[in-house]
């Protein structure tokens, strides 16, 4: 079993910046790729961004590149999700997710862990 923990989320202004963090307990946190998802009211949970065991590859949904960065802290336990430039469409509840698999995925059925949420809110 793995436990995840998210952290860091709030209310910003349109342009600001947040940066999440997710910290895991249990099983080797090395042996998981990671991923960050989201999902809005009245829509379904979207894959962001995720990052692999090693944390040398990441992979970003479209509408984040370029302005979102996820990276990991093996030693730490911890995966980040720093997010600059929000607009009011980032709005969402951000979920950490955790994959027994060395590579990035931006599946969500394939992520076994979940962590309960952290609300993230642009104003504009």
């Known amino acids: 079993q793995v436990q995840l923990v998210e952290s860091g989320g709030g209310l910003v202004q349109a342009g600001g910046s947040l940066r999440l963090s997710c910290v895991a307990s249990g099983r080797t946190f090395s042996r998981y790729a990671m991923g960050w998802f989201r999902q809005a009211p009245g829509k379904e949970r979207e894959f962001v961004a995720g990052?692999?065991?090693?944390?040398?590859?990441?992979y970003y949904a479209d509408s984040v590149k370029g302005r979102y960065t996820i990276s990991r802290d093996n030693a730490q336990s911890t995966v980040y999700l720093q997010m600059n430039s929000l607009k009011p469409e980032d709005t969402a509840v951000y979920y950490c997710?955790?994959?027994?698999?060395?590579?990035?995925?931006?599946?969500?059925?394939?992520?076994?862990?979940w962590g309960q949420g952290t609300q993230v809110t642009v104003s504009s």
């Open positions: 997710a955790a994959t027994a698999r060395e590579y990035v995925s931006s599946t969500k059925a394939e992520y076994e862990y």
């Open positions: 990052i692999s065991w090693s944390g040398r590859s990441t």
